[in-house]
Nanobody, 121 residues
Framework: QVQLVESGGGLVQPGGSLRLSCAASGSIFSINTMGWYRQAPGEERELVATIPSGGSTNYADSVKGRFTISRDNAKKTVYLQMNSLRPEDTAVYYC???????????????WGKGTLVTVSS
């Protein structure tokens, strides 16, 4: 059974930094694009950043220059380094990945359960 598990959320002061991690586990044939989304209270879920298995990264305008997405394919893990955090970055951050399970060989999007990031003084 394929799973995505996020870690690294927490409380941080404005201007601070956090690093989120998301590890995929289970019987996996391949992982294509991985990414991070976030959902603030009362808001819809929005794209933060994505990274394909090969190619250029993509960022929401609101996080460009502050957040960096990266991945370690050997560890099946995607990271989000968040710097210069602002109160408006407060949200639950969700990991997403397009994964082809070894059992089915048909890809689909998987989601983690989310990790809360709170930016407050």
């Amino acid at each position: 059974q394929v799973q995505l598990v996020e870690s690294g959320g927490g409380l941080v002061q404005p201007g601070g930094s956090l690093r989120l991690s998301c590890a995929a586990s289970g019987s996996i044939f391949s992982i294509n694009t991985m990414g991070w989304y976030r959902q603030a209270p009362g808001e819809e879920r929005e794209l933060v950043a994505t990274i394909p298995s090969g190619g250029s990264t993509n960022y929401a305008d609101s996080v460009k220059g502050r957040f960096t997405i990266s991945r370690d394919n050997a560890k099946k893990t995607v990271y989000l380094q968040m710097n210069s955090l602002r109160p408006e970055d407060t949200a639950v951050y969700y990991c997403n990945a397009f994964i082809v399970p070894a059992d089915f060989l048909t890809g689909m999007h998987y989601w983690g359960k989310g990790t809360l990031v709170t930016v407050s003084s």
